[in-house]
């Protein structure tokens, strides 16, 4: 392959890379988390669903500890 081939085809492909780098989005230096802390505070909505959340999880604890004594039988 000759040099001047080569040459194009890098060209072609930091032209890519310039595009592709233009299309990225920025990122940003914030997480996004920290971005939406306090967005749910004093919100009945959020602390119904959460209090769901917690109950559901302890729905699940019976059965958790239940599975875990038969798999603890000894044969």
Sequence with gaps: MLSTDLEIRL???EAEVALLKRLLPTVSETPWWKK???T????P???EAMQFG???RQSLKPLAEEASE???VSL
């Design 40 to 43: 749910f505070a004093d919100d």
């Design 45 to 47: 909505a959020y602390e």
């Design 11 to 13: 060209a072609a492909l």
């Design 54 to 56: 917690q109950e559901y």
């Design 36 to 38: 939406i802390i306090g």
């Design 70 to 72: 038969s798999s603890n």
